[in-house]
């Protein structure tokens, strides 16, 4: 079974706090995906069935789609992530350099998965995740707004994301492309 850091959770349950609907999301959890909402600790690593019935529960916690808040919770996301340190240090480098660095960091998150980029142009990007533990197409919103969220904070121009294959709708990875200028 796939795992995810704590820190997801202590994210989503700070999402939820701030909008005001921890109550009803944990009122909607099964014990497992409950306690893990609770309970979890930045550090620690829990199951990621729990993680995704939480992202799930979330759209109806909060009377909206669940793509829509996906969007909402990965732009909160990157900026709970993303000092401002980083943010200075980012917007002198090429945003694609930056996605390059950001998925290097992907096994402190998620026991699963690898990241493979490739630079289509000075301005295009192609980022597939191969082998995550997840397979489910809110998870893969979520990921498409933090990548969306982390080129904009670091001063790309005009960027456009697409999510053009996901394991969950049948593909063989799930690929994110994006350009800016």
Not at 20 to 26: F, I, M, S, W
Not at 78 to 106: G, I
Request: proline share 4%.
């Amino acid at each position: 079974m796939s795992r995810v850091k704590g820190s997801n959770f202590v994210t989503m349950r700070a999402f939820a706090e701030k909008h005001g609907v921890a109550d009803a999301l944990r009122a909607s959890l099964t014990p497992d995906a409950r306690t893990a909402f609770d309970e979890a600790l930045a550090i620690g690593w829990y199951d990621a069935p729990a993680f995704v019935e939480v992202l799930h529960a979330l759209g109806p916690a909060l009377g909206k789609p669940g793509a829509e808040v996906m969007r909402e919770l990965g732009y909160f996301s990157v900026e709970r992530d993303m000092t401002t340190v980083h943010r200075v240090f980012f917007r002198l480098a090429n945003p694609a350099f930056v996605l390059e660095k950001s998925t290097q960091y992907w096994s402190r998150f998620h026991d699963r998965g690898e990241w493979r980029v490739e630079r289509l142009g000075p301005s295009q990007v192609r980022a597939d995740l191969v082998g995550c533990g997840i397979v489910d197409t809110l998870f893969c919103e979520n990921v498409l707004a933090y990548i969306a969220r982390m080129f904009e904070l670091v001063g790309a121009k005009d960027a456009r994301w697409e999510h053009p294959a996901c394991r969950a709708r049948g593909g063989e990875t799930c690929t994110f492309t994006g350009e800016w200028r």
